[in-house]
């Protein structure tokens, strides 16, 4: 089991940077996969990023390639969404999730087996 609390949240200016956080309890949490998810109001849950269990590779939706940068570290239970040049675009609840089952693909949200409760995020124009 694990459990996911994500931190980090704000209103930003567009343009601006903001660093999330989504801590982990659990001696398991280095074993797995980690994924950034984001939901903006009427719209689907969409994949953001996602980091294998050594952070030894990463992928990203085309829409933040370039401006978001997702990290771990396993000695902390941590992992970390930086977000760059910031868009009004980018205005969502932020989630973290962990372990999507294997062989599936990553950025579908319902291969994850657990999930944090979300941080907003909001950039203002």
């Known amino acids: 089991q694990v459990q996911l609390v994500e931190s980090g949240g704000r209103l930003v200016q567009a343009g601006g940077s903001l660093r999330l956080s989504c801590a982990a309890s659990g001696r398991t949490f280095s074993s797995y996969a980690m994924g950034w998810f984001r939901q903006a109001p009427g719209k689907e849950r969409e994949f953001v990023a996602a980091i294998t269990w050594s952070g030894g590779n990463t992928i990203y939706a085309d829409s933040v390639k370039g401006r978001f940068t997702i990290s771990r570290d396993n000695a902390k239970n941590t992992v970390w969404l930086q977000m760059n040049s910031l868009k009004s675009e980018d205005t969502a609840v932020y989630y973290c999730?962990?372990?999507?089952?294997?062989?599936?693909?990553?950025?579908?949200?319902?291969?994850?087996?657990?999930w944090g409760q979300g941080t907003q995020v909001t950039v203002s124009s």
């Open positions: 999730a962990a372990d999507p089952q294997y062989g599936s693909s990553w950025k579908n949200s319902a291969v994850y087996h657990y």
